[in-house]
């Protein structure tokens, strides 16, 4: 009963069961009977979500302030299980519900303690940044990215985040050299290279922005709205046979890919039979 994580697992499965009041009892029960530390305040924020989701923003800030303490985040020791990384994921859950329902003082400490807890949790950097950029803290929101970056150093979305950011406050050849940083760390992130792609379309380079969406296109899994931002620039063009053939090409690739997965799954299902037949061998009695 005192096992917080175990409490937190139970509830998570009773909610992708459609059982909320059960969740709510194994939340309640992690929280309230919980040993101080990670799972405890991850019980703690599953009842203050659910409280921000019924607009009761005192009580959910309680439980979030009664996280805070349970993961060590607002002094003294931390409890079993409550690491650097947990400290950080609750702060910068509270910050993002500070977002929608406290200041902004209140949300940047918060971001600024989740990074101080843990200044490798990208997440937290990438939240803050996107935060900052919403609130016009340019500098800030690309001191945030960078943050990210140097985190988590092959990881798309702040090299994505970053790479728009200088380009929609005309920094071109830095939003380039973002970009191009992120494609060579990157390498198999469509939604990375059409992002890319689109921004050398908007200043003019088509042809550079043809070869980005190629490589974009060549990632696995496909990246459906990179084909179909590659057709839209070259029907712009003019070029509406080429902008066929990348439909075609989708089309064709989103086949092989359905086939594949139909393999794949024979090949589980026949590896299955096999395993179950060996199970019931009556050598192995």
Known sequence: PKCAYAAHSLGSMALNDGDMELAIAFFSQGASEGRRGAGKARCHGALALRLATQQLPDQAREHFRAGAVAAGATGGAVGPGGGLSGRAVHLRQWALFEKKHGSAASTRSLFQQASLADPEDYATWLQWGIWERAQHNVDTARHCFQQGINASPYNSFCYQSLGLLEASNGRIDEARSVFSRGG????????????????????????????????????????????ESWALMETREGDAERAAQIMRMLEELSDLKDKEELIGRKEDSSSNCKLSAVCNSKYLC
């Open 184 to 227: 060579a760390r990157c390498l198999g992130d469509a939604a990375l290279w059409m992002e890319w792609a689109l921004f050398e379309m908007r200043t003019g380079h088509i042809d550079r922005a043809r070869d980005l969406f190629h490589m974009g296109s060549k990632c696995k899994p496909l990246h459906y709205p990179l084909f």
